[in-house]
């Protein structure tokens, strides 16, 4: 509350206690925490604490230390022996702090002379961006008159501090997230948030590097002793790291999240585009709509079709070929549930394995559960990388293939459905391990990674080949259609992955590839959004139209 006589009032925090005495072990402990040297543990010695003169002092003390704790530099000031000198003081200390709670706490009185009382005390504010800062200092009462007074000086209010000096915050420079280029990140997901507050990172990499981004001590602001009459700082208090931040480098292409953007502008559902580079699993862009949640690293969700990719891996390790004849009827039944192809289509007599793949027939799929074990599926996805923990740089989720244990469980596994979780990045990194021929983790932050994760086992040469091979006929004659047209000889996997308990059931869109005459893999989640192929099919393919 601001006052007539320009003072600030500052929150009073009531609470029962006497600043007077605590018990010999309590002292002892403030003792050693607040740094009080000997002057003040060998106060227990005595027994000035029954002295009149004592108590009547920590009165006095008292009163004062209630005043500069309320913000009232004026009264507190008319406590002391030169009243405008420490009034002047406080009010600029209160001023440049502007503590959000003030604590002041006396410890036991000693007597020093006839009418001379020396008793310590601890001050503890909590002070935005800067957290909670706490000093112990100690004061002279002196009686004049049968009038007590405590006695100032400036190490009074602050024993570092000299005639002519105050207290101060200082703003501590925030470093940047920077892109691959080296300038400015432009993504509110991935970089988060800061407090405007406290200037705390809250959110994304402002939160996960906070320390680095504001030189090692976390907060925005140090306590800072600078002249009153120049503002010069001429002793920090708190920060003892660097007065900067160090910078946070990130493998994100900016042309790369541009395209990204753009192709999800405009889009109403909740979705997400993840890119990585092949050759080395560099994160070249992670785009959401809305912004706010990371979905595309760190979001769960059913894979759909889309896992078919390693579903046919799988396959073909046993030995399958893309030109081997595939059934896909209108319904298979396992058990007595039935699976059926998205709008119940079929597939002439004659079709192929990459036929069914092209199409996304999930007939054919579930009918080729019996060439699989019960954890062919899982040993195949970590080949892919699924199920590993990542050190990518940031908080991702890396994905969750468990073994089946029924025959409906791999049924709907073959599928991507069941209990098969894969965030967009993942995905990315599917179409990236089809790309390169072997899994290379997805990396953000390169200088923080300590050991990138290594697959326990790796693809062969033949089966990376047909996968390629099926990829490409998804675009050129199968349900990756929305990319026909485009250069640069795309390789497309699209998903309808089905969610919730509703029937008919809401599906998640998918679509993941990669590029066959550039380093960039990718994938288009598209939340509640309807057909891989017709709704994040569009939009897979202005994200590559953006990149040429």
């Not at 702090?97 to 009418?115: D, N, R, V």
């Not at 209990?419 to 200088?447: N, Y």
């Not at 290594?454 to 490409?472: F, H, I, K, T, Y």
């Not at 998804?474 to 919730?500: I, N, Q, R, S």
Request: charged share 25%; with cysteine; glycine share 10%.
């Amino acid at each position: 509350m601001n006052r007539s006589d320009g003072y600030v009032d500052y929150p009073r925090y009531d609470r029962r206690r006497s600043r007077r005495r605590a018990v010999v072990s309590t002292f002892v402990a403030l003792a050693v925490t607040a740094g009080i040297g000997y002057w003040a543990f060998n106060a227990l010695a005595g027994d000035d604490g029954d002295d009149p003169q004592v108590a009547a002092a920590t009165g006095q003390l008292d009163k004062f230390l209630d005043a500069w704790e309320a913000g009232d530099a004026k009264r507190a000031g008319g406590l002391t022996d030169t009243p405008d000198n420490a009034s002047s003081l406080i009010k600029s200390v209160m001023t440049n702090l502007k503590p959000s709670k003030t604590e002041i706490t006396a410890g036991a009185g000693k007597k020093e002379a006839e009418g001379e009382v020396e008793i310590p005390f601890t001050v503890k504010m909590s002070l935005s961006g800067a957290g909670d800062y706490q000093w112990t200092s100690k004061a002279k009462l002196v009686q004049k008159n049968d009038r007590w007074s405590v006695e100032f000086h400036t190490p009074l209010i602050h024993p570092k501090m000299v005639p002519g000096q105050t207290l101060a915050l200082e703003s501590r420079e925030r470093a940047a997230v920077l892109d691959k280029n080296g300038d400015e990140l432009q993504s509110a997901s991935l970089v988060g948030a800061v407090d405007p507050r406290t200037g705390k990172g809250i959110s994304g990499l402002q939160a996960r590097y906070d320390k680095q981004l504001t030189g090692g001590t976390g907060s925005a602001r140090s306590v800072v002793i600078v002249e009153r009459e120049s503002g010069r700082v001429v002793k920090q208090l708190t920060g003892t790291g660097s007065s900067t931040g160090k910078p946070v480098r990130t493998t994100i292409d900016p042309a790369v999240q541009e395209a990204a953007a753009e192709a999800l502008d405009g889009v109403k559902k909740n979705a997400a585009i993840v890119a990585v580079d092949p050759s080395n699993g560099h994160i070249l862009a992670a785009a959401n709509m809305p912004s706010g949640m990371n979905r595309a690293l760190e979001g769960r969700y059913p894979p759909g079709s889309t896992f078919k990719v390693v579903t046919s891996a799988a396959l073909l390790k046993q030995g399958m070929r893309p030109t081997d004849r595939a059934d896909c009827p209108k319904f298979a039944y396992v058990n007595g549930q039935r699976f059926e192809n998205q709008n119940q289509f079929v597939l002439p007599s004659g079709s192929t394995f990459k036929d069914a793949f092209a199409k996304s027939c999930n007939t054919f799929f579930v009918g080729a559960r019996g060439k699989l074990s019960d954890t062919a599926l899982h040993d195949t996805a970590e080949a892919f990388g699924i199920g590993g923990s990542w050190d990518v740089g940031t908080t991702t989720y890396d994905g969750s293939v468990p073994a089946t244990t029924s025959d409906n469980d791999k049924a709907a596994s073959t599928i991507g459905q069941a209990r098969l979780q894969a965030s967009p990045l993942v995905m990315a990194s599917i179409a990236a391990t089809v790309k390169a021929g072997e899994f290379r983790q997805p990396v953000l932050v390169p200088d923080a990674v300590k050991k990138t994760y290594e697959a326990p086992s790796r693809l062969d040469a033949n089966v990376v080949g047909s996968l390629r091979e099926m990829m490409r006929a998804t675009v050129t004659y199968g349900a990756g259609w929305a990319l026909k047209d485009l250069p640069g000889e795309p390789h497309a996997k699209t998903g309808t992955a089905e969610f919730g308990s509703e029937t008919p059931p809401r599906t998640h869109a998918w679509m993941i590839g990669y590029q066959g005459d550039r380093n960039i893999a990718w994938s288009v989640l598209l939340e509640d959004g309807g057909s891989g192929g017709s709704d994040a099919g569009p939009i897979a393919a202005k994200f590559l139209k953006n990149l040429n």
